[in-house]
């Protein structure tokens, strides 16, 4: 169940300014956690373009999902005679039930823009070149009063309905599925039950499975009852896209009982990976393990999955930058250039920018394997880009897992 304190320390309320001749800039963040990496991060996600006036538009990309609403206060003094503004409210670790409740949110900001637009402070702060919050009392209020009042919002709809971990609504999928399962397995007469192998093979193939995406068995090993299951072209994430967010809820249900009745015991079916979360993935993994206290099971199965995963992407990067670039030119670049040539390349970083000092030199990276919390990932991904780069480089994880990779420069 997602928690009040869990939901305000992943969620950021933004007011930008867009200057005639600077373009936008962040006055603004509202944030239980606030780290200037992130906000930088955020920054680079926010865009006017296509925005309409007093309407909200819902966005979602690397792990984030926001709702932006563009509104401008009429100034005489002003090029074009008018201020604009812009406000965000950002949600990070999305879950299905956040994504689909953020466009229930445009009429509290419209009422929280009612105010703003009333406020003699708002003509204060664009004088500023870095404003601070709590100089601004009337504009600090009004801005963490629609972060507290969407939390009120999220908690009364759904949260607290279901006892669990999964958010509301990926439970009510999951059993319905669940119960779909059983169906299925009911009333489908598959004629080769020669083994549970092909029994099972016989079965996640028939037309009534087909019906919800391409399911492949990638490994099943009957004896420690495990199997890895991928899913293309889900009917959920063709449907709703890429969302920043898992939404195969339904088939972790359906996928769970059909095992439970195959295996003859309690089966525990997990989504890893989904197609909705990363524009990049073209497939759901689905991690079958026993039920109970095995889920550790779970967790180490799915580490080492998610690591074979991860040095598999991280070859293809070299292979895809020794034939775009050759691997002799690649090794005698600087090695800034050779980590932005890393970045560029590599199918599990989304984004990165960079920050230059004569001390040395940070990127911010936001990598597609941020919501895992253990080390595995980081730490091979460290050696990795240590060896890629011939240079000394330094990895830290941020709270909200924007990894900061730093190496010093020569001179230092």
């Given amino acids: 169940m997602a928690e009040r304190a869990d939901l305000r320390n992943r969620i950021n309320v933004m007011l930008f300014h867009f200057d005639q001749r600077l373009g936008p800039r962040l006055l603004f963040n509202v944030a239980e956690i606030q780290d200037t990496r992130i906000t930088a991060s955020l920054t680079r996600l926010m865009d006017f373009n296509f925005l309409e006036e007093m309407k909200a538009i819902v966005n979602a990309m690397a792990n ?17 005679g008018v201020e604009q503004f812009m406000l965000s409210f950002i949600i990070f670790d999305p879950t299905i039930t956040e ?3 953020i466009s229930s949110l445009e ?7 009612s105010n703003l637009i ?31 009042n969407a939390i009120n919002v999220f908690q009364d709809i759904f949260y607290g309905q279901f006892e669990g971990t999964k958010d509301a609504i ?31 093979e016989a079965l996640v193939n028939s037309p009534i499975l087909t019906r919800w995406g391409n399911i492949n068995i990638l490994h ?35 996928l769970e009982a059909i095992f439970s009745k195959i295996l003859d015991e309690p089966i525990i079916c997990d989504e890893m990976r989904c197609a909705s979360e990363y524009s990049y993935v073209k497939d759901c993994i689905f991690q079958i393990a026993p039920g109970g206290g095995s889920r550790e099971i779970i967790a180490y199965r799915e580490d080492q999955t998610i690591k074979e995963m991860g040095v598999q992407e991280r070859e293809k990067t070299m292979e895809l930058i020794t034939s775009a670039i050759g691997e002799q030119f690649y090794y005698e ?73 730093t190496y010093e420069t020569e001179s230092q």
């Fill in 107 to 113: 009429e509290e900001m419209s009422k929280i823009i």
């Fill in 118 to 148: 009333l406020l003699s402070e708002m003509f204060i702060i664009i004088t500023y070149s870095n404003p601070v919050l709590e100089d601004f009392p009337e504009v600090e209020n009004t801005l963490k009063s629609l972060r507290d």
């Fill in 333 to 405: 670049l600087d090695p800034m250039i050779r980590l932005i040539q890393l970045f560029n390349k590599a199918p599990f970083i989304s984004d990165h920018f960079i920050q230059e000092s004569e001390e040395e030199v940070k990127f911010l990276v936001v990598c597609n394997y941020w919501r895992y919390p253990n080390e595995i990932m980081c730490n091979s991904c460290e050696k990795w880009i240590r060896n890629s780069s011939k240079f000394p480089v330094k990895l830290v994880k941020s709270k909200h897992r924007i990894c900061e990779i």
């Fill in 99 to 101: 994504y689909l409740t």
């Fill in 170 to 200: 990926s439970q009510i999928l999951g059993k319905i599925g669940f119960e779909a399962g059983k169906q299925i397995v009911q009333e489908l007469r598959i004629d080769d039950e020669g083994s549970v192998k092909s029994y099972t």
């Fill in 64 to 80: 984030v999902v926001y709702s932006s609403m563009f509104f401008s206060i009429p100034n005489p003094t002003a090029r074009g």
């Fill in 220 to 254: 099943f090993d009957p004896g420690e009852k495990v199997a890895t299951i991928s899913l293309d072209r889900s009917i959920w994430t063709e449907s709703l896209g890429v969302i920043a967010t898992k939404t195969c809820a339904f088939i972790e249900g359906m």
